[in-house]
């Protein structure tokens, strides 16, 4: 499942990269939750909860069957 979270990852990655930001997979959990790490300009960004949830998240529960959260670490 990481390889699938991972690839899903780069199809939101130049979005955030445009606005100086990344994302940064840490861990795949078995029960489904998924941690990433927020670097660059997404780190201290006001608006980064609704980017991980409404964005990340999202994108992340319709490629890859199993994903049940992602959560910032």
Same mark, same amino acid.
């Given at each position: 499942?990481?390889?699938?979270?991972?690839k899903?990852?780069?199809?939101?990655? =130049?979005?955030? @990269?445009?606005?100086?930001?990344d994302? %940064?997979?840490?861990? $795949? %959990?078995?029960?489904?939750?998924?941690? $990433?790490?927020?670097?660059?300009a997404?780190?201290?960004? =006001?608006?980064? @909860?609704?980017?991980?949830?409404?964005?990340? %998240?999202?994108?992340?529960?319709?490629?890859? =069957?199993?994903?049940?959260?992602? %959560?910032?670490?």
């Amino acid at each position: 499942m990481k390889e699938k979270v991972e690839k899903a990852l780069n199809k939101v990655r =130049p979005s955030l @990269q445009a606005d100086g930001g990344d994302v %940064e997979l840490v861990e $795949v %959990e078995d029960n489904g939750v998924v941690k $990433v790490k927020l670097t660059g300009a997404c780190a201290g960004c =006001p608006m980064s @909860q609704m980017t991980l949830k409404m964005g990340i %998240e999202r994108i992340l529960k319709r490629e890859v =069957p199993g994903v049940a959260t992602v %959560e910032a670490v």
